[in-house]
């Protein structure tokens, strides 16, 4: 299984970017596609969640501005990111994974290679 990640930039705060992670093989073999990010400096964080069951989470700071969503016929999960503020910048994961919590990096089995957002001021 392979994910590739894609859509990272430059972008002015308050602007917007789409992150596409593109997965070999079906989503529907996948429990849970998340999305990591990770800041210079800093731990890598969950940022937002999606289901087989079409449940959906963020992280308190993305809550509102950002929204993760699946096209199975293309076998992509999406990050779009709206009001883009400069704590937003980091290198950006996508992961797939079965069981277990959701919210635990150890779910995640596979990794796509990141894409950089850079958010300036």
């Known amino acids: 299984v392979q994910l590739q990640a894609s859509g990272g930039g430059l972008v002015q705060a308050g602007g917007s970017l789409r992150l596409s992670c593109a997965v070999t093989?079906?989503?529907?073999?996948?429990?849970?596609m998340g999305w990591y990010r990770q800041a210079p400096g800093k731990e890598r964080e969950l940022v937002a969640i999606s289901t087989l069951g079409d449940f959906t989470n963020y992280a308190a700071s993305v809550k509102g501005r950002f929204t993760i969503s699946r096209d199975n016929a293309k076998n992509t999960v999406y990050l779009q990111m709206n009001s883009l503020k400069p704590e937003d910048t980091a290198v950006y994961y996508c992961?797939?994974?079965?069981?277990?919590?959701?919210?635990?990096?150890?779910?995640?089995?596979?990794w796509g290679q990141g894409t950089l957002v850079t958010v300036f001021s």
């Open positions: 992961a797939a994974g079965n069981s277990g919590s959701y919210y635990l990096a150890l779910t995640y089995r596979y």
């Open positions: 093989g079906s989503l529907f073999s996948h429990e849970v």
